[in-house]
């Protein structure tokens, strides 16, 4: 199958299977809209402050403040999407509602920060290193959204959310981007990119495993080879394919970009998710596909189409989408 072909049949395996299990499979094709997740939040106790702005910021710092969490170690540190933790509810009030406005005016550093915590919930922080490095990150952040730019460039989210029309425009968005993941403590293109998808920058994949196994497998294909998940290693895949197409990787000309710059394997994954999505809009196959419901779609085949819910038996699984990518 061509890659528009396996979209349109892991799309219609899952529609199949969300209707079997009555579930709405088109909530999963967009990011959250701020109502939806404060509304939700809501019921669990945590206050998300209301938008003083075109662009929601409370709800982008809170957002960014999970997904920060969430990135490896930090998860079993910060608990912050645990059902028996009360992080969520304790960063609302010493963040005032995730309100990065407010952040800044109450505390000078990430240093204050962590002193509010100890000094009103002193049996909170455990392990003193890691919450000062995860506190920094969401303060750097509170700064850049407040700030509309970071390390000295402007990068407002009017911008992020604006999906660029070409490769080229997509690949200088994707420059302007290393600035967050080196001027954010702890956080890492993955963290960057689910971040700015989640939020509505919907042009993004996240270059997960998942994702960068389906991109491997597109990839050896045109060498008649088949993807094997047990032998194979995606990143020596991609990283190969970067060497012997090395003239698809450079930045366009006429933006301050150095001639010897080149992608990155992450930012040539989310290249290739983003034309791999418009080829299947400018087929008419999917009007409304993008690089976020691709993104979607891909995850939750290779997550066995359980839809944050219960397990399946059926045969919607990774190895089933990569054998569906090998088939002529």
Same mark, same amino acid.
């Given at each position: 199958?061509?890659?528009?072909?396996?979209?349109?049949?892991?799309?219609?395996?899952?529609?199949?299977?969300?209707?079997?299990?009555?579930?709405?499979? #088109?909530?999963?094709?967009?990011?959250?809209?701020?109502?939806?997740?404060?509304?939700?939040?809501?019921?669990?106790?945590?206050?998300?402050?209301?938008?003083?702005?075109?662009? *929601?910021?409370?709800?982008?710092?809170?957002?960014?403040?999970?997904?920060?969490?969430?990135?490896?170690?930090?998860?079993?540190?910060?608990?912050?999407?645990?059902?028996?933790?009360?992080?969520?509810? +304790?960063?609302?009030?010493?963040?005032?509602?995730?309100?990065?406005?407010?952040?800044?005016?109450?505390?000078?550093?990430?240093?204050?920060?962590?002193?509010?915590?100890?000094?009103?919930?002193?049996?909170? +922080?455990? @392990?003193?290193?890691?919450?000062?490095?995860?506190?920094?990150?969401?303060?750097?952040?509170?700064?850049?959204?407040?700030?509309?730019?970071?390390?000295?460039?402007?990068?407002?989210?009017?911008?992020?959310?604006?999906?660029?029309?070409?490769?080229?425009?997509?690949?200088?968005?994707?420059?302007?981007?290393?600035?967050?993941?080196? #001027?954010?403590?702890?956080?890492?293109?993955?963290?960057?990119?689910?971040?700015?998808?989640?939020?509505?920058?919907?042009?993004?994949?996240?270059?997960?495993?998942?994702?960068?196994?389906?991109?491997?497998?597109?990839?050896?294909?045109?060498?008649?080879?088949?993807?094997?998940?047990?032998?194979? *290693?995606?990143?020596?895949?991609?990283?190969?394919?970067?060497? @012997?197409?090395?003239?698809?990787?450079?930045?366009?000309?006429?933006?301050? +970009?150095?001639?010897?710059?080149?992608?990155?394997?992450?930012?040539?994954?989310?290249?290739?998710?983003?034309?791999?999505?418009?080829?299947?809009?400018?087929?008419?196959?999917?009007?409304?596909?993008?690089?976020?419901?691709? *993104?979607?779609?891909?995850?939750?085949?290779?997550?066995?189409?359980?839809?944050?819910?219960? *397990?399946?038996? #059926?045969?919607?699984?990774?190895?089933?989408?990569?054998?569906?990518?090998?088939?002529?």
């Amino acid at each position: 199958m061509n890659r528009v072909e396996v979209y349109l049949k892991a799309k219609e395996r899952l529609e199949e299977l969300a209707r079997s299990e009555h579930v709405d499979i #088109n909530k999963y094709y967009s990011p959250a809209t701020p109502k939806t997740l404060k509304a939700n939040r809501a019921e669990n106790q945590v206050y998300i402050a209301e938008s003083r702005s075109d662009i *929601d910021l409370p709800f982008l710092f809170y957002l960014f403040c999970g997904l920060l969490a969430d990135r490896q170690y930090m998860g079993n540190i910060i608990k912050f999407y645990s059902k028996s933790s009360d992080t969520q509810q +304790i960063l609302s009030n010493v963040l005032s509602g995730y309100d990065p406005k407010e952040t800044l005016e109450n505390y000078d550093d990430a240093i204050a920060l962590k002193q509010a915590i100890i000094s009103r919930y002193p049996n909170k +922080i455990k @392990n003193d290193n890691k919450w000062e490095n995860y506190l920094t990150g969401v303060y750097q952040c509170a700064r850049f959204l407040v700030d509309g730019k970071i390390g000295g460039i402007d990068l407002s989210f009017e911008y992020l959310l604006t999906e660029p029309k070409t490769s080229d425009e997509l690949k200088v968005y994707l420059y302007k981007l290393r600035v967050l993941i080196v #001027n954010l403590c702890e956080v890492g293109t993955a963290v960057c990119y689910n971040w700015l998808k989640e939020c509505g920058a919907i042009w993004l994949a996240k270059p997960d495993l998942h994702i960068k196994r389906v991109v491997a497998a597109e990839l050896i294909k045109y060498d008649n080879k088949i993807f094997d998940p047990e032998q194979d *290693d995606a990143d020596k895949i991609i990283a190969e394919y970067r060497r @012997n197409h090395m003239d698809k990787m450079y930045f366009p000309s006429g933006y301050g +970009i150095s001639k010897r710059c080149k992608l990155y394997p992450d930012e040539f994954v989310a290249l290739y998710m983003w034309e791999w999505a418009q080829e299947i809009r400018n087929n008419n196959t999917d009007s409304q596909c993008s690089a976020f419901k691709l *993104d979607r779609i891909l995850y939750l085949y290779c997550t066995n189409g359980r839809f944050y819910l219960d *397990d399946g038996d #059926n045969d919607i699984s990774e190895d089933g989408l990569l054998g569906m990518i090998g088939v002529d």
